[in-house]
């Protein structure tokens, strides 16, 4: 028996339901963007007309039609459709929804499609509770998640789903979408008069930032508090738009893929010597609220490893910045944070550092060799077992070098530090070259001296 109760109540709410969730798509036909995936003749698209839908996962920024999608799919599929959240859901509800399906499969022969919306926010133990059921077939799983599933969701469930990238809205997309809800009837503005500048509507599509649910809410707010003019129009001019939408919806979570992407392109603008990039990037993070420490000391790294004795005095300048920002905070410590990417953009750039590694794999993968005896602590052994005897000592010398043997004399002739011709660094090079030569020089004279002592 129907509760009317509950009826009104729903017709209530969907009659008060944000333009965004009003708009929302209910069709393929009505979707707008995606044509990658949706696309005449794309895999997805066949297969939600066939109601054919496997197990899929949906991955992209926010507003760009994930449970659209998933809501789509409910209207087309004969299967039972069941949705939960992740944020509110937990292993108590995922079996009962499992044991609904396993029910409804034994009495009617029905399949169940099974949807987990951020499904990123369950844990290891909630997604591998679905898993035995997802792979039985029990429930067909459906997943929508803003966080790159490869590393968000467990391997077994993302090896039995078909991974769909959605992509941000175009401008394009986004101009469509404002107008529909500004042209529909029954769930838009369609039967009120309202008139929106062009310069105003391309303002609420640059901000949303590809961001469909960002501009509909704009959009809302600007009709909603606009009071009509004397012949009953609402006109939305670009102030109205500027004071609806006044900041640029960055997608940026400090723990998730954007983060990564956006200090990895940092990373790589640095190390491609591109300051306009290095600099937009920054940007981009400071913006998105990106604590600036997190920069700074990405840059501290970059100085050493990237940079290193092509240009000593970058690690100074890196060192200097995250001092000084400790004294200065924001927002004028940004001065600080730009000049230190613009000097590690535009240093040359060596990596030579990276030879610490050699000599570590080398200590891994190779047996130990003594510490030859000359170069042994003179301080302690020197008289009893002769450790430091035989030692020459630089600053005896005239140049403040003198040909010697460092290293254990298995390991003669082996160069970890190869220095680059950039540069500081190719100062260091020309100097070090002269000197191995030397070493070399005095290394063959000794081996033909104890050849010609042996010969004797």
């Excluded at 769909?164 to 009120?192: I, K, M, N, W």
């Excluded at 508090?225 to 004071?243: F, R, S």
């Excluded at 290293?407 to 970890?416: K, R, S």
Aim: glycine residues 8%; proline residues 5%.
């Amino acid at each position: 028996m129907p509760d009317l109760f509950e009826d009104a109540a729903e017709a209530y709410r969907a009659e008060r339901a944000p333009l965004a969730d009003r708009m929302r798509p209910r069709t393929l036909d009505e979707f707008v963007g995606q044509d990658h995936i949706l696309g005449p003749g794309k895999l997805l698209r066949r297969a939600i007309e066939a109601d054919r839908v496997t197990s899929v996962l949906f991955y992209g920024p926010p507003g760009t039609g994930k449970t659209t999608l998933a809501r789509i799919i409910a209207g087309t599929t004969a299967s039972h459709f069941t949705s939960m959240n992740a944020v509110l859901s937990g292993v108590k509800d995922i079996r009962a929804a499992i044991e609904a399906a396993q029910e409804r499969l034994r009495l009617h022969r029905q399949r169940t499609i099974l949807f987990v919306d951020e499904v990123h926010r369950f844990n290891k133990a909630q997604q591998d509770a679905l898993l035995p059921h997802v792979e039985n077939g029990t429930v067909t799983f459906i997943g929508a998640t803003t966080e790159n599933p490869y590393f968000e969701v467990i391997r077994a469930l993302v090896s039995r789903s078909r991974v769909f990238e959605l992509r941000s809205l175009t401008g394009t997309d986004l101009r469509t979408v404002a107008l529909q809800a500004l042209a529909d009837p029954e769930r838009g503005y369609g039967r009120r008069k309202v008139r929106i500048d062009e310069d105003a509507l391309e303002h609420l599509v640059d901000v949303a930032n590809g961001d469909a649910r960002s501009l509909l809410n704009a959009l809302e707010l600007a009709v909603e508090t606009t009071e009509p003019g004397p012949d009953g129009v609402v006109h939305i001019d670009l102030a109205v738009a500027e004071d609806s939408i006044q900041q640029r919806a960055v997608l940026y979570d400090k723990e998730g893929d954007a983060h990564f992407d956006t200090i990895s392109a940092f990373i790589k603008s640095l190390r491609g010597s591109d300051p306009d990039a290095a600099l937009y990037w920054m940007a981009r993070m400071i913006y998105a609220g990106e604590n600036p420490r997190f920069i700074l000391r990405r840059m501290l790294i970059f100085a050493a490893e990237d940079i290193g004795l092509a240009d000593p005095r970058a690690l100074l300048v890196a060192q200097a910045a995250a001092t000084g920002f400790e004294y200065v905070g924001m927002p004028e410590g940004q001065y600080l944070l730009s000049e230190c990417c613009l000097y590690l953009a535009t240093a040359p750039k060596s990596n030579s550092a990276i030879s610490y590694f050699d000599a570590l794999k080398h200590v891994e993968q190779e047996q130990t060799a003594d510490v030859p005896n000359h170069l042994k602590d003179a301080s302690r052994d020197g008289a009893g077992l002769g450790h430091g005897v035989g030692y020459k000592y630089p600053h005896a010398y005239r140049e403040g070098y003198v040909p010697e043997q460092y290293l254990p004399p298995e390991m003669q002739g082996l160069y970890f530090y190869q220095p680059r011709d950039v540069g500081y660094e190719r100062q260091i090079a020309a100097r070090l070259a002269h000197l191995r030569e030397r070493d070399e020089a005095e290394s063959i004279e000794k081996r033909v001296r104890r050849y010609v002592e042996e010969g004797k």
